[in-house]
Nanobody, 119 residues
Framework: QVQLVESGGGLVEPGGSLRLSCVLS??????????MGWYRQAPGKQRELVAT???????NYVDSVKSRFTISRDNAKKSVYLQMNSLKREDTAVYYC???????????WGQGTQVTVSS
């Protein structure tokens, strides 16, 4: 019923920027009913929450990315974005898009997109 497709990952040098995109596709649910988030998982590390944005565009970030990352959403395009600036090597991870529909407890997940910060 719901499919999430991420894009925008890649290789970038420290200090560089990337913009991740995630498009939600559903024939039965409106994008506006989903709280959205970005998670990441580095090798040997547990998956962590990076940023979230509610249906009313209230945002929250993990401390390590505050002032560097910005999450946003465009309901008309059924998309959520993660603008990543001043990237650090420790930001290297697979980034996953997450969607949680209001009134449900089981989120949907994208396939992930690799972000590698290296010189």
């Amino acid at each position: 019923q719901v499919q999430l497709v991420e894009s925008g990952g890649g290789l970038v040098e420290p200090g560089g920027s990337l913009r991740l995109s995630c498009v939600l596709s559903s024939t039965v649910f409106s994008f506006g009913l989903f709280a959205m988030g970005w998670y990441r998982q580095a090798p040997g590390k547990q998956r962590e929450l990076v940023a979230t944005i509610t249906t009313t565009k209230v945002t929250n970030y993990v401390d390590s990315v505050k002032s560097r990352f910005t999450i946003s959403r465009d309901n008309a395009k059924k998309s959520v974005y993660l603008q990543m600036n001043s990237l650090k090597r420790e930001d290297t991870a697979v980034y996953y898009c997450n969607a949680l529909r209001i009134g449900t407890s089981t989120p949907y997940w994208g396939q992930g997109t690799q972000v590698t910060v290296s010189s």
